[in-house]
Each structure stands twice: as C-alpha cells, then as structure tokens.
C-alpha cells in the first residue's frame, strides 16, 4: 500500500497539494486525472520521492518514505517522470540495462538475470530489434516506449508513471496500458499512472483518482468516479456517460 496523509507540497512557497489524505491498495491499476495545474504530475513526484513534503508524510507498506535508503527504494518502486533525460548518444539496450542498477553493487558482474530482465523489457515494449540504436534517432513514440522498458527493467513491485502514454498513437497507448494491465494481472504489479484520456484511464483501471482545483474529488472504480457531476466539478466538463459496449467501462462524450 502507498498512502499520504495529511500530504501538502509544492514548489518555494507555492503549494499546489494542500493536506491531501489518499490511500492507493497494492496489486491495482491507478489511474491520476484532472485538469492542467491541479497537481497531478506533483503528487506523483512526491509519492516517488522526488519532491519532499513541505508538510505530511508518504507512507509505502506502511514505512515512511523517508526511511528507505535509495537503493531499497528503487527496489521496491520505479518512477517515470513526465520529461526524463539521458545521455547524449546513449543506445537504447544501455538506456534499458540503467533499470538494473539497484539490484547490482558498484563492481558486481552483469548477471544472466540481469540480462533477461532487459530482453524481456524490451520485448515486451517490441523494441527488441532497435536495442543497439541510439535513442535520440527514434521516434517520438519510440523513445517513450524505450523509457517504459527501463522501469519493467527494475523489475519492481510498483511502477509511477507521469503520462506514460505520451507521444504515443492510439494503437501504441492501447498496446502499452495492454501490457501493464497483462503485468499487473499476471504478477500483481502495482501501477498507478497520470493520465489524460478520460476514456482509456476508465478501461483499464482498477481505481481513478479525480483531482480538480480544490483536490481530491473523488476517488473509487471508474463506474463511480467517471461521473457527470465529478466531471462538471473536476473540469467544468459537461458530458454525457455511457456504457462502452465492449468493454462495460464508461464512455465519457463531452457536449
């Protein structure tokens, strides 16, 4: 379990969560939404330790976040920020075999273990076959692909990932919210992501957190959450809800 409480950050004296309370259950797909500047991007830091509690705590399996040392951390959890950085020239293959560094020490051989982590990251992205190309001669979307492959790579129990589907075509954002769903189902992987598309987030998760202007609105499975007055009160979206005929998930079709 990851949980907040009483949970206010921001940046300089400018708060942007302000005593929030939230409880996330292991083994569940998350999903963040809400509109621009409500926080979305900055809770998702501060549930990875990226960014401190001005006031509260970050609590995973019931540790405060701060008593984790880096490396027990970053094997318990991998964080994908919105807009990471890599070396200049770095190949993809050395992008991915990164994600393998809290589990190795300073001079520790590169392991058979290691390697297949890495293969089937990069397989289950479907980039197997540009692993030996630099990164910044992909595409947009390609290159996205190559820094979910990473954290797969770090092979933990819970995944953060701040608009994991961005620069993606419709057909790669299905395929890559397929394969965390397939992760999280087969291993209990926990994932909780920011998302935008309101339509995706109610398909595959088990769990959406509603942000707006003033915090949580509701939190809960997006047959309660995707609602016309939570939309109306996170967005100032009027919509119309139905049930997707294929999946029973809610449909959002705004006016």
């Known amino acids: 379990m990851l949980a907040a409480r009483s949970l206010s950050v921001g940046y300089g004296t400018r708060r942007v969560i302000e005593d929030l309370d939230l409880e996330l259950p292991g083994g569940r797909m998350v999903s963040i939404l809400g509109p621009n500047g409500c926080g979305k991007s900055t809770l998702l830091r501060a549930l990875g330790r990226l960014l401190p509690p001005a006031r509260g705590t970050v609590a995973l399996d019931g540790q405060d976040l701060r008593r984790y040392g880096a490396r027990a951390l970053a094997r318990r959890l991998a964080i994908l920020p919105q807009s990471p ?13 990164r994600g393998r560094l809290p589990w190795r020490g300073v001079l520790s051989p590169w392991r058979a273990a290691d390697q297949a982590a890495c293969e089937a990251a990069l397989q289950a992205v479907r980039l197997d076959d540009l692993a030996d190309r630099p990164l910044d001669e992909l595409s947009g979307g390609q290159r996205q692909r190559a820094w979910i492959a990473l954290v797969l ?3 933990t129990p819970l995944l953060l990932l701040d ?4 620069f993606l075509d419709l057909v790669h954002q299905i395929e890559v919210l397929s ?5 999280n189902l087969e291993t209990g992987l926990t994932v909780v ?3 935008h598309d309101l339509n995706l987030a109610g398909r595959f ?6 942000l707006g202007p003033r915090g949580i609105v509701a939190i809960g499975p997006p047959r309660e959450v995707l609602t016309a007055p939570n939309l109306r009160a996170a967005f100032a979206l009027e919509a119309d809800i139905h049930r997707d005929p294929r999946t029973g998930t809610p449909l959002v079709i705004p006016h």
């Not at 890599?86 to 190949?91: R, T």
């Open 163 to 166: 608009e994991p589907t961005t």
């Open 179 to 183: 394969l965390l769903r397939h992760r």
């Open 205 to 210: 998760s088990d769990l959406v957190v509603l």
């Open 193 to 195: 992501s920011v998302l």
């Open 153 to 155: 790579a770090q092979s």
């Open 85 to 97: 950085l890599a070396p200049e020239g770095i190949l993809v293959g050395d992008l991915v075999r």
